[in-house]
Nanobody, 127 residues
Framework: HVQLVESGGGSVQTGGSLRLSCAASGYTYSNNCMGWFRQAPGKEREGVAATTTGGGGATLYASSVKGRFTISQDTAKNTVYLQMSDLEPEDTAMYYC????????????????????WGQGTQVTVS
């Protein structure tokens, strides 16, 4: 069955960096949209970044993280990463990895409801 396992969260000070990892298994890795979402207490889940797996696809970012976060992948490991730099307290949230069985589409990559598979989440706290 499909599994997405996140790791790499933690607590950092403002301006610090973290790298999140999402290891995927149980399905054909390539040509799927894999995204990172986050949800802070009392707020809706929001898209952070996404990329089409297997290489060649565009990387997509929320405006709030563009220039600070970078999504990348290691196709040999079926793993997607989210490198987060210059972190701010507003980045504090539970971060989730998600996948859907189609490539990312720029017009709606950040809609949580279209992703069918989710990881358990990893907490990021910036103080």
């Amino acid at each position: 069955h499909v599994q997405l396992v996140e790791s790499g969260g933690g607590s950092v000070q403002t301006g610090g960096s973290l790298r999140l990892s999402c290891a995927a298994s149980g399905y054909t890795y390539s040509n799927n949209c894999m995204g990172w979402f986050r949800q802070a207490p009392g707020k809706e889940r929001e898209g952070v970044a996404a990329t089409t797996t297997g290489g060649g696809g565009a990387t997509l970012y929320a405006s709030s993280v563009k220039g600070r976060f970078t999504i990348s992948q290691d196709t040999a490991k079926n793993t997607v990463y989210l490198q987060m730099s210059d972190l701010e307290p507003e980045d504090t949230a539970m971060y989730y990895c998600a996948a859907r069985g189609a490539i990312c589409v720029g017009a709606y990559w950040d809609i949580a409801g279209i992703f069918g598979y989710w990881g358990q989440g990893t907490q990021v706290t910036v103080s």
